[in-house]
């Protein structure tokens, strides 16, 4: 079973940034990518963006494209999503989700096996 613990969340006004981390616990070797998602107050959760670990390919929704950047540290066993430009459309639970396989619907939660608990994030106007 993977761990993952989401930290980085917090309230910041429009304009501002954030970093979400997600540090992966025991089992890493079960994890073959990492998504990252973003769940609104009466929404279906979303898919931001996916890092294949080890990998140079990162994917991102339009949603995220040009203002979010999705990193990680192998050594670390922690991957980010640096978030710049935020909007008050951008207030969400936010959680990092790891995947088994190789998901071709990166974007679907449900292609992901573990989720961390989640982490809030707030932007006021």
């Known amino acids: 079973h993977v761990q993952l613990v989401e930290s980085g969340g917090g309230s910041v006004q429009a304009g501002g940034s954030l970093t979400l981390s997600c540090a992966a616990g025991r089992h890493t070797y079960e994890r073959n990518c990492m998504g990252w998602f973003r769940q609104r107050p009466g929404k279906d959760r979303e898919g931001l963006a996916v890092?294949?670990?080890?990998?140079?390919?990162?994917t991102y929704a339009d949603s995220a494209k040009g203002r979010f950047t999705a990193s990680q540290d192998l050594d670390k066993n922690t991957v980010y999503l640096q978030m710049n430009g935020l909007t008050p459309e951008d207030s969400a639970m936010y959680y990092c989700?790891?995947?088994?396989?190789?998901?071709?619907?990166?974007?679907?939660?449900?292609?992901?096996?573990?989720w961390g608990q989640g982490t809030q994030v707030t932007v006021s106007s």
């Open positions: 989700a790891a995947s088994r396989f190789y998901p071709v619907r990166w974007y679907s939660p449900a292609e992901y096996d573990y």
């Open positions: 890092l294949w670990i080890g990998g140079a390919t990162t």
